[in-house]
């Protein structure tokens, strides 16, 4: 998919585990602030079907 944007700042950050979602932190600044948050990197989903084969 490609996408086209125009923005004022552009940062790019690795997301970091938080309870049961994620979270990427951003400048105070940017506070109270609309922000598009874009995946760059394919999802893989496992695959757990194997492992309830184990037990």
């Known amino acids: ?31 109270g602030k609309r922000v598009k948050v874009l995946l760059l990197d394919p999802l893989i989903e496992k695959d757990y079907s194997d492992l309830s084969k184990n037990r």
């Open 1 to 31: 998919m490609e996408v086209r944007l125009e923005a004022h700042q552009v940062i790019e950050k690795v997301v970091k585990s938080s309870g049961n979602s994620g979270r990427v932190y951003v400048p105070k600044e940017w506070i």
